[in-house]
């Protein structure tokens, strides 16, 4: 399966954007997805997860709230929206997929990875 990530940007603290991550390859309802990001100089850390049905998610306590993941199996495709931005989600975005069981948040069972986008929120 390839992953390719797209959407960030540079937005000031209160906006709003909307990343996405298209699948290729596989048969994409088959996996739970998740979204990871990385800031410079710290871990990666998981963001959002949903499972391959959609109908499970689980966020992380610093976006819960503000993001919000979806799928559409149809065009392959996952979705994270991003409102009321800070300048603490700057970051590379990356999504991945797994065959693990939903709300797996280490990144080592992800099998496969977007190339990663980046989004900066000036204050």
């Known amino acids: 399966v390839q992953l390719v990530d797209s959407g960030g940007g540079l937005v000031q603290a209160g906006g709003s954007l909307r990343l996405s991550c298209a699948a290729s390859g596989g048969t994409f309802s088959w996996y739970n997805m998740g979204w990871f990001r990385q800031a410079p100089g710290k871990e990666r850390e998981p963001v959002a997860f949903m499972s391959r049905s959609g109908e499970r998610t689980h966020y992380s306590d610093s976006v819960k709230g503000r993001f919000t993941i979806s799928r559409d199996n149809a065009k392959n495709t996952v979705y994270l929206q991003m409102n009321n931005l800070e300048p603490e989600d700057t970051a590379i975005y990356h999504c991945?997929?797994?065959?693990?069981?939903?709300?797996?948040?280490?990144?080592?069972?992800?099998?496969?990875w977007g190339q990663g986008t980046q989004v900066t929120v000036s204050s």
């Open positions: 991945a997929a797994t065959n693990r069981a939903f709300g797996e948040q280490r990144a080592e069972v992800y099998e496969y």
